[in-house]
């Protein structure tokens, strides 16, 4: 059985005692072993992180480009490799995977410019012969946590910001599908980075709490649940560490009378349904305003029975499985309860067997319709292939639900009408919004991230907010006074002359 090891210090570290199993969703078979990382590991890290930060935080702004752009170049050459790797363990399309890779490597384009990014300001004569100027320097080692659902993207989102603005870097990435990190970590190895400017190690609660109270350990990210958001957060500050921590999600989509009914479930379709509605920017609920919803739900349930469902490396499949077998389980037994307090099951995905592959984590697109804010279907973030449709009057109403969910990570509306669209995104509290757009996930160089639930602290990841949280400001106040010069040392507060 192949074991999937850490990699510290440029190169793969042999596993300890501990492991769990990495399982092929679409066969149901387990394919490999992860290490699971002890704090003797999670020290070694930190050791390597520390000591290449004595040097990769010296070097030029002209070295880090050269190997940001060197990297980026590795990351579309193996495009296809990585997002079958990403597919046999997440259970994603390969076509979905490489997207997300598109998307993760847009960070690496942002970070190639850090030259400019990464420029003071500077203030002539403040005072007479005074001048002042600014810059930021990075924190030291830093940390981060990611999720199974973007085991490429989502690392991706911190490390080259992170790694461009001069920090060292520790990967505890999701130990259900671990093999996309080592791969990056040999990309970048491959691009010139220093051995232990980036490592990686897997693991689970006992490898997270050892980074998030480490004292050599200056800032985490960490993306997931909210419950092990609002955990890290707390964990992470009583350490005294710069956190940010991004959590779940619950995203509706506003469709008004006005809106092109087939576009919008079109789009409303795949985002529902595309990566098995494993995605943070999912749309989860479809929110139909005044009489379009029958209308809506019959395309619904048209395009919901036409998706292809089978394994992520098979030709023209759309949708592929759930993670685990706990994950199918957990959907399909909501699919149920949902039943049970009284939606309408309009398509019903349980049960679903693909030819070849009956032990796979598969399960079908389901429509429930008649949701209310009440049922367990619409308050629980499912994540799966589970959209609810709820009905309201107005849209003022659907502004109303959004903001009474505890979550605000994407939204969407769908309409022809720019007075409504400028009133919708002016009054949602939800941090990404989309207009005609299912999933409105920001470009690189704008930052992502939500509100309420969906973010927990103040910051967001990557673009001009990642800078932010990887680096720290100094501002410098300088005079050179001219030879001889004698200025008046004043006991009062120093005010500008
Ligand atoms: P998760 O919270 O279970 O796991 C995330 C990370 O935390 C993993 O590395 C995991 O090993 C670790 N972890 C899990 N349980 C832990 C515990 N008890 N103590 C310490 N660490 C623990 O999330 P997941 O199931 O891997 O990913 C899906 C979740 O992530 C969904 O809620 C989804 O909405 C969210 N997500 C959010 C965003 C966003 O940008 N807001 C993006 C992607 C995913």
Not at 76 to 86: F, Y
Not at 104 to 113: H, L, N, P, S, T
Not at 196 to 203: K, L, P, R, S
């Amino acid at each position: 059985m192949k074991i999937i090891e850490h990699w510290i210090n440029g190169s793969v570290a042999g596993p300890g005692p501990r492991t769990t199993p990495v399982f092929n969703p679409a066969t149901g078979w387990q394919q490999a072993q992860v290490a699971l990382a002890s704090q003797a590991d999670v020290d070694a890290a930190v050791a390597a992180a520390a000591a290449a930060f004595e040097t990769w935080s010296e070097s030029s702004l002209t070295q880090r480009t050269q190997v940001m752009f060197a990297f980026r170049q590795l990351l579309v050459e193996h495009e296809e490799e990585l997002g079958r790797i990403i597919s046999a363990e997440h259970g994603k399309t390969v076509d979905d995977a490489r997207g997300e890779i598109v998307r993760g490597r847009e960070v690496v384009e942002f970070a190639c410019g850090l030259g400019d990014i990464l420029k003071g300001k500077f203030s002539d004569q403040v005072s007479r012969g005074v001048d002042v100027h600014n810059f930021r320097q990075p924190l030291g080692v830093v940390a981060g946590i990611t999720p199974f659902n973007f085991p490429a993207m989502v690392p991706l989102w911190m490390h080259p910001i992170a790694i461009a603005t001069g920090n060292t870097f520790i990967l505890k990435p999701s130990e259900r599908d671990p093999s996309a990190a080592n791969f990056v970590a040999e990309l970048y190895k491959r691009a010139g980075l220093p051995d232990g400017v980036f490592n990686v190690v897997h693991g689970d609660k006992e490898a997270v709490d050892a980074i998030l109270t480490h004292p050599g350990i200056e800032a985490v990210s960490f993306v997931g649940s909210t419950p092990i958001a609002k955990y890290v957060h707390e964990s992470a500050t009583k350490s005294g560490k710069r956190v940010q921590a991004l959590g779940g999600a619950k995203n509706h989509a506003v469709v008004l009378p006005d809106a092109d009914l087939e576009f919008a479930a079109n789009q409303i379709t795949a985002g529902a349904y595309g990566s098995a509605g494993e995605r943070c920017m999912a749309v989860s609920v479809a929110v139909a305003v005044g009489g379009v919803a029958d209308a809506l739900v019959g395309v619904l349930e048209g395009k919901a029975r036409a998706v292809k469902v089978g394994p992520g490396d098979a030709p023209d499949i759309e949708m592929g499985p759930l993670v685990t077998k706990a994950a199918q389980e957990r959907v399909e037994n909501a699919v149920g309860a949902a039943a049970a307090q009284g939606a309408t099951v309009v398509v019903d995905g349980r049960g679903l067997k693909i030819d070849g592959h009956e032990e796979g984590f598969f399960t079908g697109p389901s429509l429930l319709d008649h949701v209310t804010a009440e049922m367990d279907a619409y308050k629980e973030e499912l994540f799966g292939p589970v959209l609810a449709v709820v009905r309201v009057d107005t849209l003022d109403e659907a502004i109303d639900l959004i903001n009474a969910n505890p979550y605000g990570n994407g939204t969407a509306l769908f309409t022809g009408s720019g007075e409504a669209a400028r009133r919708f995104q002016r009054k949602v509290e939800v941090g990404m919004i989309g207009v005609n757009v299912p999933v409105p996930v920001p470009m690189s160089y704008y930052s992502f991230g939500g509100w309420k639930d969906s973010l927990i602290g103040d910051s967001p990841v990557h673009g001009p907010e990642g800078i932010r949280f990887y680096t720290r400001p100094k501002v410098v106040t300088t005079r050179w006074p001219q030879p001889k010069q004698q200025v008046a040392a004043g006991f009062t507060f120093p005010v500008s002359s």
